[in-house]
């Protein structure tokens, strides 16, 4: 499809959306209302879907529950679910089968009106969402009609139909891949290292699907400080840096964040945007964030003051290097959201000594690097989770001197155990620190429930000091 074309006709098509989640509910009630014959299947079949089930159908939806696997005869196009792996027999059958594929962000820009708001699109291992909401305080500080979609926020197939200045899309990887003729103004690599390696089936192919944000005519900005990142980003990309900014990028100059890129002569002149306080919570990683999404919302021609006013008004999300209490000279930290070993680097780079609290479902990827980079800050590690035994391992390879705790239990009451050993391993000035580096689903339903656990378990332990 062409980059200027707009307003895609569903009338009378026969159209597949794979999976009853959010995306895919808000897909298939937008094609039926454009006249779309829409069947949804999901492999659920309990008392939720059910009711999601009756909602669609009462907007003419057919709904196939039990059945994820089953491509219904006359298809002509599948909008899939990011999760879904394009080897599942569904989609597997439709490519077999010559029937174009696509996502819902791709579905949502082929619907967008002519007179649509521009998109500011990033993406990255990590910071996606922490980044796209300080774009929308900065946008929104300027005085814009701004929200936060894709793969945070409302659906973005329905934002894209209503009425608003400019859109703060984060995508995932997932998202990327089934996307193929997006055009934002502008678009952000944050950074990227092994994560997901188990869906799509390499490092390289994870990181090409990151790559597909970068468009032609689009204004990119990439981290300076990330390699691959920059190795994605097109020769005239904008790069956001922790240090001193040459002429081209935003960086850091003593206690400011400054632009050398969206200003009259990048060469002798750079605008201060924000003081490095300004930046909620403070830790290196979210400087990096702040100044990625400064940098979208000065290609979109924000001026300085409303990034200042924006990361002041930002306020962060739960489980994001949330400070819990204080206990005896140690703070007790939940960084839930460090599902991965990128960002659990981070979160560890903020300590100067941690009794580490990690494990999870790693999903394929590597901790050796991440052990490795964090040795000296290790006070103690105490593991959980199914895959603690890799992170055992890596501890025994780079930092055998850390002494460290396995706690194999799963049962409900597994958190207090875990922080009422990390809180005998700890010492005044260290930092207790929730930064599993894996997913929770061994354990948890969420992030959110594993960090509310620890948090919990921390207050408890507060009662009783």
């Keep these: 499809m062409d980059a200027e074309e707009v307003t895609e006709s569903y009338e009378g098509r026969r159209v597949v959306v794979a999976g009853l989640g959010v995306s895919g509910r808000a897909a298939a009630r937008v094609l039926a209302e454009r006249g779309a014959r829409v069947t949804i299947v999901d492999a659920r079949d309990d008392d939720a879907s059910r009711e999601q089930a009756a909602d669609l159908e009462s907007r003419g939806v057919t709904v196939q529950l039990g059945d994820g696997d089953t491509l219904p005869d006359g298809t002509e196009l599948v909008v899939t679910s990011p999760g879904w792996k394009p080897d599942v027999p569904l989609l597997a059958a439709a490519a077999s089968a010559g029937i174009e594929i696509y996502g819902e962000v791709e579905l949502a820009w082929r619907l967008r009106p002519a007179d649509a708001a521009p998109w500011l699109a990033l993406t990255g291992t990590n910071g996606k969402t922490t980044c796209v909401r300080m774009l929308t305080c900065i946008l929104t500080a300027a005085g814009h009609d701004a929200v936060a979609v894709g793969n945070v926020g409302t659906p973005i197939v329905e934002a894209v139909l209503e009425k608003h200045d400019v859109l703060a899309v984060e995508l995932s990887s997932y998202q990327l891949h089934w996307s193929s003729s997006l055009r934002p103004l502008a678009a952000a690599v944050l950074n990227v290292a092994p994560d997901h390696i188990d869906w799509h089936g390499s490092f390289e192919a994870y990181a090409g699907d990151k790559g597909k944000i970068f468009t032609p005519g689009s204004v990119a900005v990439v981290n300076a400080d990330d390699p691959v990142s920059t190795r994605l980003g097109p020769d005239d990309a904008v790069g956001f840096t922790l240090d001193v900014p040459k002429p081209g990028r935003l960086g850091v100059v003593e206690d400011l964040l400054v632009d050398r890129a969206f200003v009259d002569d990048p060469r002798t002149t750079a605008a201060e945007l924000a003081e490095l ?38 306020v962060p999300d739960p489980h994001r290097i949330a400070h819990v209490a204080t206990v005896d000279g140690v703070d007790y930290v939940d960084d839930s959201k ?128």
């Design 277 to 314: 306080r300004d930046v909620k919570p403070f830790a290196p990683h979210n400087v990096a964030n702040a100044l990625a999404a400064a940098a979208l919302a000065r290609a979109f021609g924000v001026p300085p003051e409303a990034v200042r006013e924006g990361l002041r008004s930002f």
């Design 338 to 465: 460090a599902t991965n070993p990128h960002a659990a680097a981070s979160s560890l780079a903020s300590c100067r000594s941690a009794v580490w609290i990690a494990g999870g479902l790693l999903k394929g990827a590597d901790v050796d690097d991440l052990v490795a980079s964090c040795a000296d800050r290790l006070r103690a590690a105490v593991l959980i989770g199914r895959d603690r035994a890799r992170i055992a391992e890596a501890l025994a390879r780079h930092a055998p001197d850390v002494p460290v705790v396995d706690v194999p239990d799963t049962d409900t009451g597994a958190m207090d155990r875990v922080v009422t050993r990390a809180a005998a391993l700890a010492q005044p000035g260290d930092t207790v620190l929730l930064a599993p580096a894996g997913a929770s689903f061994d354990m948890f339903t969420s992030y959110g429930a594993r960090g509310d656990a620890f948090a919990e378990a921390v207050r408890r332990l507060v009662a009783r000091a």
